[in-house]
């Protein structure tokens, strides 16, 4: 919907934003399963807060989503040869917002903590 543009000034690396811009799939289709996983964290978080009903499993799903974004926040340095279209500022930007995501998730889990061992919460 948006081209090659986006994808390269979100950071995807110039051959997704080419295979954008030449129509082909594969750039959505990425793109939609990561927002998809993004959405269901989201819920999550929303659930671990009370805003929403309990979903299952939450206490585990919260602690391993906050391992998942710290774990990208701390290690771009070694992701960073496996992607070298990318730029450091691209690393530096994306790994101190997942770094900050992470450690408000493992804040919020921690509040919460007591709460989300309760059946019905």
């Not at 805003?51 to 799903?61: E, F, G, N």
Request: some cysteine.
């Amino acid at each position: 919907m948006f081209g090659g543009d986006w994808y390269r000034f979100f950071g995807a690396g110039e051959q997704m934003a080419r295979m954008a811009e030449q129509g082909l799939w594969y750039p959505t289709i990425v793109t939609s399963v990561i927002v998809i996983i993004l959405l269901i964290w989201a819920f999550y978080a929303l659930s671990g807060a009370g805003a929403i009903k309990r979903l299952p499993l939450t206490r585990l799903a919260l602690v391993g989503i906050t391992c998942i974004f710290l774990l990208r926040g701390v290690s771009f340095v070694g992701l960073m040869p496996m992607f070298p279209e990318n730029s450091l500022t691209f690393w530096l930007v994306s790994s101190g917002i997942c770094l900050l995501i992470g450690a408000l998730f493992a804040v919020g889990t921690f509040q919460q903590w007591p709460k989300l061992g309760r059946k019905n919460a």
